[in-house]
C-alpha cells in the first residue's frame, strides 16, 4: 500500500474566537478521494484552507507532500485547487485559459482540445468565460485544475452550480485523475459525487 501524502493529525482552529475546527484528522494516500461532508458552518472549506496552505492551524500538525502546507510556488506546482471562482483574465477566451494553463505548468495531463470536450465546452471555446452560465464557468474552473499536472487536487463543492447529468462525468473525470496516482480532497454537499467518486467519507460535526 502506498504512503500517505496528506496527513492532518489534532488540527484545531479558532476563528474571530470561536472553535471551528476540533481535533480533526485525515488522511489520504496517492488514487485516493476524501470527501469532506458536514452541515453549513462545519468547517469544510477551513479545513480545506488548511491543507492549501492559505489557513494556519491553531494547534495540530498538517502534512501535505512530507512537509507543512505553504502558499509557495514550489507547493502550487504539486497542488491544484478550486475554490471560489476565479478571477477571469480580460481579453482571454475559454480555450486561451487553458492554453495559458497548460504553458505556465509543463507536461499537462491532456490537451486543450480534451479538456474542452470532457467539460462539453468545446462550442464555446472562444467565448469569455464571463459570457457562460454559473455552471459552464465551474466547468472551466475545473478542467483549468484537471489539465495541469498536480499530485494533489483540492476541490471546495466541485458540484456548485453543475447539472445532475455532468456530476456523473465529473465523478469519472476525478477517479480517472486519482487512478494516476493523485490524492483528491473535497468538500462536498453531494453524497451522490462522493459515491461515485468511491470516496472515502469525513463527516465533520460543527466545533462549536
Ligand atoms: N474569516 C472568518 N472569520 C471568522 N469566522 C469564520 C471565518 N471564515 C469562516 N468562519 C466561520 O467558520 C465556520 C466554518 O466555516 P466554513 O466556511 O469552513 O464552513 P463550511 O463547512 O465550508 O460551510 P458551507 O457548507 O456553508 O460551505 C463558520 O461558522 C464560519 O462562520
Known sequence: MRAEIITVRHVRVDLAGHRVLDDVALSARPGQIIAITGENGAGKSTLLRCLAGLQTPTGGEIDVLHG???DAAAFWRDVAFVADEPA???GLGVREHLDMVLSVHQGGRMSAE???SAVD???RDERHPLTLSTGQRQRLSLAMAL???SRVLLLDEPERGLDAAFRPRLAALLRDYAGEGGAVVMA??????AEACGAVHLALEPAS
Do not use: F, M, N
Open 88 to 90: 477571469w483574465y480580460p
Open 188 to 193: 462536498t454537499h453531494s453524497l451522490d459525487l
Open 68 to 70: 507543512p502546507p505553504a
Open 121 to 123: 465546452l468545446a462550442g
Open 147 to 149: 489539465i495541469r499536472p
Open 114 to 116: 480534451a479538456a474542452l
